[in-house]
């Protein structure tokens, strides 16, 4: 089975903090994976991609197949930054598997 | 730049309706998808198509039927809406590449908040 898992609903963290949003996969071939990002009143776009190995509005992602986990981590949050992220994955079918969702709030 | 529009931003419809939700894409586009999007589910794939009046069933068709009958436009219907068909309805699409699927990204409408009651 594929699966991605988020285990945060919510992470609060003041500005200036670092940040990492967890992403667990469950996943037997290799596998590829994204961060979407949705701000407020703006549409789901995407932040990520690990093939890609670039990093986005300061935010970096490393695939880490030893312990199947792609954390999103960005060193100094800004209040921009809030948002729901959510961590997906494209497995059997090439269709895109998503995980529940985390909301990053910063505070400031 | 890609644009997805979504017919409605708001919907509010009785109990055994049937619902027409309308996607349309302007970057021609080979792929299409249709997903629901609840608080702690996350996104959930209901419907796709990699070509005109072509579709595949996704994680969760129950209750739910499709159309592509024009590259551009990928219509969801609910033969007869049920309360929990409430939710938030995402189409995507991606470009494709001759008809099979590829790594590209998925680029996504403003979503249409469906509320049955």
């Known amino acids: 089975a594929q699966r991605v898992t988020q285990p945060e609903k919510l992470l609060s963290v003041f500005k200036g903090a670092p940040v990492e949003l967890k992403c667990n996969y469950s996943y037997s071939g290799s596998p590829e994976l994204f961060w979407y990002v949705q701000y407020s009143r703006q549409r789901l776009q995407l932040l990520l991609r690990h093939i890609s190995r670039e990093s986005i509005k300061g935010f970096t992602a490393d695939l880490n197949k030893g312990e199947t986990s792609f954390h999103l981590k960005k060193p100094f949050a800004q209040e921009e930054d809030s948002a729901m992220y959510y961590c997906?994955?494209?497995?059997?079918?090439?269709?895109?598997?998503f995980g529940a969702g985390t909301i990053l709030r910063v505070k400031s | 730049d890609v644009k997805v529009t979504q017919s409605s931003r708001y919907l509010v419809k009785r109990t055994g309706e049937k619902v027409f939700l309308e996607c349309v894409q302007d970057m021609d586009h080979e792929n299409m998808f249709w997903y629901r999007q609840d608080p702690g589910l996350g996104l959930r794939l209901i419907y796709f198509?990699?070509?005109?009046?072509?579709?595949e069933k996704g994680d969760i068709p129950e209750g739910y039927s499709v159309s592509r009958e024009k590259k551009e436009r990928f219509s969801l219907i609910l033969e007869s809406a049920s309360t929990n068909q409430t939710s938030m309805y995402l189409c995507a699409s991606s470009l494709g590449q001759g008809g099979g699927w590829s790594t590209d990204t998925q680029y996504f409408g403003p979503g249409t908040r469906l509320t049955v009651l």
């Open positions: 997906a994955l494209r497995g059997y079918g090439n269709k895109l598997v």
């Open positions: 198509s990699y070509d005109v009046k072509m579709k």
